[in-house]
C-alpha cells in the first residue's frame, strides 16, 4: 500500500513563504514523478507544479518565479518552497504521483496516488 503525507502547511501573511513536504511509503517506485495540484473553496482541483526523477520540473503560469518543487529521491520526499505568497494561493494543497511515463504531469488523471492534503491559508 502506498502512503503520501503531507506536511507543512499553515497560515501566512501575503508576502511570506512556507515550505510543504510530501513522504511516500509502500510499494511506491522512486522513479515516479510526483506533482502538488492545490483546491481552494468551491473550485477544480488545479495543478501548481510537477517533478519528475531526473528532476526536470514544470510549473502553473501562476507560480512561477515564486515556487520551487524538489525532490530527494533517497528520502522518497518531494519538497514545494512557496515564497511571496498572495491570498489566492489559499487553498488545501495535495501531493500526487504519477508513474514515470506519464506524459502531461499537468493533468490529475495521471496520477495514481493521493495524499489527504494540508491546508495553506494566506491572509491579506
Known amino acids: 500500500q502506498v502512503q503520501l503525507v503531507e506536511s507543512g502547511g499553515g497560515l501566512v501573511q501575503a508576502g511570506g513563504s512556507l515550505r510543504l513536504s510530501c513522504a511516500a511509503s509502500?510499494?511506491?517506485?522512486?522513479?515516479?514523478?510526483m506533482g502538488w495540484f492545490r483546491q481552494a473553496p468551491e473550485k477544480e482541483r488545479e495543478f501548481v507544479a510537477a517533478i519528475r526523477y531526473s528532476a526536470a520540473s514544470y510549473y502553473a503560469d501562476s507560480v512561477k518565479g515564486r515556487f520551487t518543487i524538489s525532490r530527494d529521491n533517497a528520502k522518497n520526499t518531494v519538497y514545494l518552497q512557496m515564497n511571496s505568497l498572495k491570498p489566492e494561493d489559499t487553498g488545501i494543497y495535495y501531493c500526487?504521483?504519477?508513474?514515470?511515463?506519464?506524459?502531461?504531469?499537468?493533468?490529475?488523471?495521471?496520477?495514481?496516488?493521493w495524499g489527504q492534503g494540508t491546508q495553506v491559508t494566506v491572509s491579506s
Open positions: 500526487a504521483a504519477a508513474p514515470s511515463y506519464a506524459s502531461n504531469l499537468g493533468t490529475r488523471s495521471q496520477y495514481v496516488y
Open positions: 509502500g510499494r511506491i517506485a522512486s522513479s515516479y514523478a
